[in-house]
């Protein structure tokens, strides 16, 4: 396993890639037919030539054997170890030795090899004592592998990416860590830190865990992100403002608005109770107008598009208020922009998000409310069902869904119904006073709830096996 193995593949044209490739193949065979007290000392050993080669600073041999250990760690018995103490001692001094900050240190010749190898290694440890169940020991390292953390280096984005392929214990434990990382590189890598930010906040929020994921970080810890979101987002304000006189002139690369999605899917995770949220309403405002125009294509983006910024807007607006548990009182802009925006599956669900947040979710509203949202009163429900009355009968369910939730909102319709009319009992109940509002909620008429229901419902279709009949 020494140098001098490795030093053979120089002289061949393929390089040494060409030795760790065969050496690599032969320890994979071997390993399939050794016992476990043979395998134990295969690897003492292996870890032995490695830290020799820390203390010695023989980066291209270590880079060569952590490529050889890698492999090794792929084989079936050899994944399945439940030791892992002297794989965490090497790795722990491997983190130590050559997880040096960019600038804090003059480049040296295979030292990012060693880096992206250690990060390997890293991953293959989470997901073993993941699978041990030994959230106890995993939990020590976003100290002691805090190093690896404070990278400036691409090889970190790749290693977080991955990462993010893990169950959310392990991002929720890490999650300091990756603020810090994701703060310190948003300058350089916008598109990418923006990218995987939104990925780690969306996975922490099927968890319910995005309202406390900033705990144990520092307002420095996040200063550069909250500085690039806020400038971002003003940014894109004066762009589409500019849009408005010069619509035929400007063309906006759609890619582009990639970015601008991403920001504000991240916008409402990085501002505390303290700072308000109207920036995302500024950024509506400016969209809002941009749309009147008529044409499919505004500024050499589809319509569609520029309607899913404004749905991206108002849910993030929502989140902002529900993280913050602070009040949200915009009902009349939200019951405007669905209005407005009713074929846009992303504003029809943003807005009933938000009705839902202020008003109380819609199937387990009290219809005997005392008193409704001037908006929502029963005289506005019977436009607003005229309004959406295409979407009630839209093919797509994705579609119907939010139309309804919107719509339960609305308060009720009393209808007056004619005694003459009426079976002698329920004739009876009327003449003893019943007012007609309580005879609807006494029938529970909500028909729009009850589409809701049914809309809401699984229901599964017995289909009887069919027997042959020619017997």
């Given at each position: 396993m020494g140098n001098s193995i490795f030093?053979?593949?120089?002289?061949?044209?393929?390089?040494?890639?060409?030795?760790?490739?065969?050496?690599?193949?032969?320890?994979?065979?071997?390993?399939?037919?050794?016992?476990?007290?043979?395998?134990?000392?295969?690897?003492?050993?292996?870890?032995?030539?490695?830290?020799?080669?820390?203390?010695?600073?023989?980066?291209?041999?270590?880079?060569?054997?952590?490529?050889l250990l890698i492999a090794t760690t792929q084989i079936d018995n050899v994944s399945q170890i439940s030791d892992y103490r002297p794989l965490l001692k090497l790795v722990d001094?491997?983190?130590?030795?050559f997880m040096i900050p960019s600038g804090k240190g003059k480049e040296i010749d295979h030292l990012a090899e060693v880096v992206d190898k250690v990060l390997q290694l890293m991953l293959f440890i989470l997901e073993g004592l993941y699978r041990d169940d030994d959230m106890s020991t995993i939990s020590g390292f976003s100290l002691q592998w805090a190093p690896a953390f404070e990278l400036k280096k691409s090889s970190l984005l790749v290693?977080?990416?991955?990462?993010?392929?893990k169950d959310t214990c392990l991002l929720y434990t890490f999650r300091v860590n990756i603020i810090s990382a994701m703060n310190d590189l948003i300058e350089s890598s916008q598109e990418e830190v923006i990218c995987l930010?939104?990925?780690?906040?969306?996975?922490?929020?099927?968890?319910?865990?995005?309202?406390?994921?900033?705990?144990?970080?520092?307002?420095?810890?996040?200063?550069?992100?909250?500085?690039?979101?806020?400038?971002?987002?003003?940014?894109?304000i004066s762009v589409i403002n500019n849009i408005h006189d010069n619509s035929s002139s400007t063309q906006i690369d759609e890619a582009k608005l990639v970015l601008l999605w991403g920001v504000i899917g991240c916008y409402p995770y990085f501002f505390d109770v303290q700072e308000n949220s109207s920036l995302l309403i500024n950024l509506i405002d400016a969209l809002d107008p941009l749309l009147m125009n008529e044409a499919e294509i505004v500024a050499g983006v589809r319509k569609h598009t520029w309607q899913s910024l404004i749905g991206a807007a108002l849910a993030s607006y929502y989140k902002w208020h529900l993280f913050k548990n602070s009040a949200l009182e915009e009902t009349s802009k939200v019951l405007h922009l669905a209005k407005t925006y009713k074929s846009s599956l992303q504003v029809l669900s943003a807005a009933a998000d938000c009705l839902d947040y202020v008003h109380g979710t819609t199937l387990q509203a009290d219809t005997?409310?005392?008193?409704?949202?001037?908006?929502?009163?029963?005289?506005?429900?019977?436009?607003?069902?005229?309004?959406?009355?295409?979407?009630?009968?839209?093919?797509?369910?994705?579609?119907?869904?939010?139309?309804?939730?919107?719509?339960?909102?609305?308060?009720?319709?009393?209808?007056?119904?004619?005694?003459?009319?009426?079976?002698?009992?329920?004739?009876?109940?009327?003449?003893?006073?019943?007012?007609?509002?309580?005879?609807?909620?006494?029938?529970?008429?909500?028909?729009?709830?009850?589409?809701?229901?049914?809309?809401?419902?699984?229901?599964?279709?017995?289909?009887?096996?069919?027997?042959?009949?020619?017997?």
């Open positions: 030093s053979i593949g120089d002289k061949l044209n393929q390089g040494s890639e060409t030795i760790v490739g065969v050496l690599i193949s032969a320890f994979q065979r071997i390993c399939d037919n050794l016992g476990l007290k043979e395998l134990n000392l295969m690897w003492e050993h292996l870890f032995q030539e490695i830290i020799d080669s820390v203390a010695n600073q023989s980066l291209l041999h270590l880079s060569r054997l952590l490529s001094l491997l983190v130590h030795t290693f977080i990416r991955e990462l993010l392929l930010l939104w990925s780690f906040f969306e996975k922490l929020q099927m968890n319910h865990q995005c309202s406390t994921f900033l705990d144990g970080t520092s307002k420095g810890g996040v200063s550069r992100i909250h500085s690039f979101l806020q400038e971002a987002i003003c940014s894109w005997s409310h005392e008193k409704y949202h001037p908006e929502l009163e029963a005289q506005k429900a019977v436009d607003a069902v005229l309004i959406f009355a295409d979407n009630l009968c839209h093919s797509d369910k994705a579609i119907r869904v939010p139309t309804l939730r919107i719509l339960c909102h609305y308060e009720p319709l009393s209808c007056e119904i004619s005694t003459n009319d009426q079976p002698p009992q329920k004739k009876m109940k009327t003449e003893t006073g019943v007012s007609h509002s309580s005879l609807l909620d006494y029938h529970g008429c909500n028909v729009i709830q009850l589409l809701l229901s049914i809309e809401t419902t699984y229901f599964h279709i017995y289909k009887p096996k069919s027997y042959p009949t020619d017997f």
